[in-house]
């Protein structure tokens, strides 16, 4: 049996298991307000110019159905 077949037959505690998420949050390095802020411009902006790509694509191969089959 290989080491993954007996960590996979043995079930760790759910006590253990919280204790151990508690743990490996405590490593995290949570983002500033400021941080969070400047990515919600940076994922707005860019949710933005994909939109108007997309849109702009579709009205393009729109008016161009309208012309060839229109």
Same mark, same amino acid.
């Given at each position: 049996?290989?080491?993954?077949?007996?960590?996979?037959?043995?079930?760790?505690?759910?006590?253990?298991?919280?204790?151990?998420?508690?743990?490996?949050?405590?490593?995290?390095?949570?983002?500033?307000?400021?941080?969070?802020?400047?990515?919600?411009?940076?994922?707005?902006?860019?949710?933005?110019?994909?939109?108007?790509?997309?849109? *702009?694509?579709?009205? *393009?191969? *729109?008016?161009?159905?309208?012309?060839?089959? *229109?």
């Amino acid at each position: 049996m290989s080491d993954r077949d007996k960590s996979a037959a043995t079930r760790t505690p759910p006590v253990t298991f919280i204790r151990q998420v508690i743990a490996e949050l405590r490593k995290v390095v949570w983002p500033t307000r400021p941080m969070v802020a400047q990515y919600f411009v940076v994922v707005l902006v860019f949710v933005l110019v994909m939109m108007a790509i997309v849109a *702009g694509l579709d009205f *393009g191969f *729109g008016q161009l159905m309208f012309k060839i089959f *229109g």
